[in-house]
């Protein structure tokens, strides 16, 4: 027996199903998975934003107070934080694969609202709403390389990592924090094409014969620098890990749907099943729109589902601005949930496009530095840290030895 029913036991399902069970504890609950253990294995950035609204519960908060510190968090460890939090309220798990949305109802007879936070390859998306989508396109593809250290891990200094990225020839990002590390390196397509399945659940190690020769040595390279400037000890009981990332921005054409049978039950999608971007703020993203949309899916009564049932659509502002995220005779709450949805998208879109110009020009620059002036990174400009200490402040001067004669 469940009132709602969530697909999907990600970090972005668990917190949508947590918050509408805080603001209505007599919400019964279900969140499904085809998994019984979390899968994925990377680190993604919080940006503490996308935690703001949430309902007033300590456990949830001391989870976001968590999150907020860290900014950097394991996703397996973000959602078994989250999957303990959904138990103790008296949400209720089961391992089941989601294929057929009218076995579901079958299942599920007394359920109002179905949640598709099935990832970006949602089953949900493809089977209720046509997999249709306004937008699909991929901006850059990256290879990410992560491991533990055996220390607090530190990022390298301005300089040092600007020197990196012309010695690699290409744009790198640098994210450390705690015990872990991850280097992105934006690779040119035919690099991304060799290396395209090692994927978050499969990850590569460095030994992988199907890494190319400039991309491996790249990688080497660098965390042989992070190792001399700044005495970084990698943990040897983990592996340095690899993974392909394709930056995707896409939106589904449809997030919220009504059964066509006047039957009351209404279909949603949140998170990655709603749509994606790059730059790691999908998280961000889905964790907006579940905050959102619990509050919606809390306010769900038998006679909220009787009303949605003779057709009762709110004709207002927030209607007309989300139509076309919208299908069949949907109650307003979810409408302005959609409305909330394609501004977040574009929102989001937006920014991925200028972040997209902004790499790009940098990687031209570093491409240009790589190719042209080789010796002028590697030879001509040798810089030297002096560290010491005044009056107990740690002070950091680069001397920079002029070019040799022609």
């Keep these: 027996m469940a009132d709602v029913v969530v697909v999907g036991a990600g970090p972005v399902g668990l917190w949508t199903a947590i918050q509408a069970k805080i603001q209505n504890n007599n919400l019964r609950i279900t969140i499904l998975d ?47 934080a989250l999957a303990g939090c959904a138990k103790a309220l008296g949400i209720k798990f089961k391992t089941e694969t989601f294929e057929d949305p009218s076995a579901l109802k079958t299942e599920f007879p007394d359920a109002q609202v179905f949640i598709g936070a099935d990832g970006a390859y949602s089953k949900v998306r493809e089977t209720v709403f046509g997999n ?7 901006v850059e593809q990256i290879v990410q390389v992560s491991y533990k250290t055996k220390t607090n891990a530190q990022k ?8 990196m990225k012309g010695s690699v020839g290409t744009f790198v990002q640098e994210h450390a924090k705690g015990y872990g590390v991850a280097l992105r390196f934006f690779v040119t397509p035919s690099d991304y094409e060799r290396v395209k399945d090692a994927k978050a659940r499969t990850p590569w190690t460095l030994d992988n014969s199907k890494i190319p020769e400039s991309l491996k040595k790249g990688i080497e390279d660098w965390i042989r620098t992070r190792k001399q400037k700044l005495g970084e000890e990698i943990d040897d009981t983990a592996q340095i ?8 921005v896409y939106s589904a054409r449809r997030v919220v749907a009504q059964d066509k049978d006047n039957s009351g039950v209404t279909w949603c999608l949140v998170g990655d099943a709603a ?10 993203k889905g964790l907006l729109e579940g905050t959102r949309l619990a509050s919606v899916v809390a306010r769900v009564t038998d006679q909220s589902r009787q009303d949605i049932a003779m057709g009762r659509i709110w004709r207002g502002a927030s209607y007309f601005t989300s ?3 919208v299908e069949g005779n949907v109650d307003r709450d979810f409408a302005a949930y959609a409305t909330f949805v394609s501004y977040t998208a574009v929102r989001e879109n937006i920014g991925a496009f200028i972040k997209s110009i902004g790499i790009n020009l940098l990687r031209l620059i570093f491409a240009v530095t ?5 010796t002028f990174v590697s030879n001509w400009v040798k810089v030297t840290f002096l560290d010491w200490e005044r009056e107990g402040v740690e002070l950091l001067d680069a001397v920079v030895e002029p070019l040799p004669a022609t």
């Design 34 to 80: 085809k998994y019984a253990d979390y899968q994925r294995k990377q680190a993604l950035w919080v940006d503490p934003k996308s935690l703001l609204g949430v309902p007033d519960h300590e456990e949830l908060k001391k989870i976001c107070d968590n999150f907020k510190e860290k900014k950097l968090v394991p996703i397996q460890e973000m959602q078994e």
């Design 132 to 138: 249709v989508k306004s937008l699909d396109r991929t």
């Design 156 to 163: 390298l200094n301005q300089l040092h990592e600007t020197s």
């Design 241 to 248: 890990q690899l993974t392909a990332v394709p930056l995707h």
């Design 275 to 284: 749509g994606g971007v790059p730059y790691f703020r999908s998280l961000n």
């Design 323 to 325: 139509w076309w995220k």
């Design 370 to 374: 790589y190719y042209v002036t080789p």
